[in-house]
C-alpha cells in the first residue's frame, strides 16, 4: 500500500485560490491512479478529480470542471489540486486517494489520506 498525506488547506474569501498537496510514500506513486475526494459536514463524501497513472487521463466533478485542475509530479510523488474561483460550497475536507485504475468512485480507492480542511467564506 501507498502512504499519503495531504497539505494545504486553509481559510480563505470566496473567489480567492489554493494548491493542495498530497506526498506518496511506500510503494511506486506512479502505479497508481489517484483521487481527490472532498466530505462536507452531513454529507456524504464526493469525487471532485481523478488522474491516470502517467497524468494522461483526467476526470472532474461537474461541480468543479473549469475551476480545479488536478495533477501529478511522479519524480515527486506527490498529487496536486489546485482550486480555483473557491465558492463557500468547496467548504470541505479534501482527501486524496490512490487506486489501481482511474474511477469517480470511492470504492474503487484502497489508500487514503487523513484529510485536509478547506474553507470557503463568503
Known amino acids: 500500500q501507498v502512504q499519503l498525506v495531504e497539505s494545504g488547506g486553509g481559510l480563505v474569501q470566496a473567489g480567492a485560490s489554493l494548491r493542495l498537496s498530497c506526498a506518496a510514500s511506500?510503494?511506486?506513486?506512479?502505479?497508481?491512479?489517484m483521487g481527490w475526494f472532498r466530505q462536507a459536514p452531513g454529507k456524504e463524501r464526493e469525487f471532485v478529480a481523478g488522474i491516470s497513472w502517467l497524468g494522461g487521463s483526467t476526470y472532474y466533478a461537474d461541480s468543479v470542471k473549469g475551476r480545479f485542475t488536478i495533477s501529478r509530479d511522479n519524480a515527486k510523488s506527490t498529487l496536486y489540486l489546485q482550486m480555483n474561483s473557491l465558492k463557500p460550497e468547496d467548504t470541505a475536507v479534501y482527501y486524496c486517494a490512490a487506486s489501481s485504475r482511474l474511477s469517480r468512485s470511492s470504492y474503487e480507492y484502497n489508500s487514503w489520506g487523513q484529510g485536509t480542511q478547506v474553507t470557503v467564506s463568503s
Open positions: 511506500g510503494r511506486t506513486f506512479s502505479s497508481y491512479a
